[in-house]
């Protein structure tokens, strides 16, 4: 008989660096297409929670099973391909948009496909040439975007974001938000969005906030 395991889930995680608690004993679990949105008060410890699930941070106690599998047992670079964290503050490398959105495929050693690069662009409305500018020519919302894209160029099968569109209008917030949404409507990739935006949080399934005391679930977006 199968057995049927969340495609991720989170097993009383907590986080006490230097004897100091951040998050204590947080629940999660996720399966395919799911979208949750995380709020919660600053210092909380969302974006640690969602680093910890990436497995940038290590937990001082609790266990992450990825497909029925605990993650410290799993290649952590195949992991992060499959599990990926878009950070709140974008870091971009090398010289040129180019640059930063052709990693995901020299990191798979795959021919870069320019055409796929350029409509990916377009999906988050920006333009075909903007492959060729130097990161340091992008405006904050044009590097979200950019950094947003290089999480989805291969898309994983869980994506974390920490407040990816707090850089961008309104026009380009609702972009974002509907491409996410659609992600795991139509693709089924699992979403977890660090947000305090409501029109971000109408798109979500679930909302959960983060508090000292654990994970509280809210009630359903209308």
């Not at 937990?59 to 599990?83: C, D, S």
């Not at 407040?163 to 949404?181: M, R």
């Not at 979500?204 to 906030?209: E, I, P």
């Amino acid at each position: 008989m199968l057995t049927h395991f969340p495609l991720l889930d989170v097993q009383e995680i907590s986080y006490s660096p230097d004897g100091s608690p951040l998050l204590a004993s947080v629940s999660l679990t996720l399966n395919a297409g799911d979208f949750v949105l995380l709020t919660g008060p600053s210092g909380s410890g969302k974006s640690t929670l969602l680093k910890i699930i990436a497995s940038l941070l290590t937990p001082t106690t609790g266990n992450i099973l990825f497909n029925g599998q605990p993650i410290i047992q799993l290649k952590a670079e195949r992991y992060r391909q499959q599990v990926s964290y878009c950070f709140q503050t974008p870091v971009l490398f090398g010289d040129t948009v180019f640059d930063n959105l052709a990693l995901p495929w020299q990191i798979r050693q795959q021919k870069i496909d320019r055409h796929k690069l350029q409509s990916w662009l377009q999906k988050v409305n920006l333009p075909a040439d903007i492959l060729d500018k130097t990161t340091e020519q992008l405006s904050g919302g044009e590097k979200q975007r950019v950094a947003l894209l290089r999480n989805l160029q291969f898309l994983p099968d869980v994506l974390l974001l920490d407040e990816i569109t707090s850089a961008l209008d309104e026009e380009n917030k609702q972009i974002i938000n509907q491409l996410v949404a659609s992600l795991a409507a139509e693709q089924g990739v699992a979403v977890v969005w660090i947000s305090h935006d409501g029109a971000e949080i109408s798109q979500a399934q679930r909302v959960l906030t983060l508090t000292s005391a654990g994970l509280r679930s809210e009630h359903e977006p209308a």
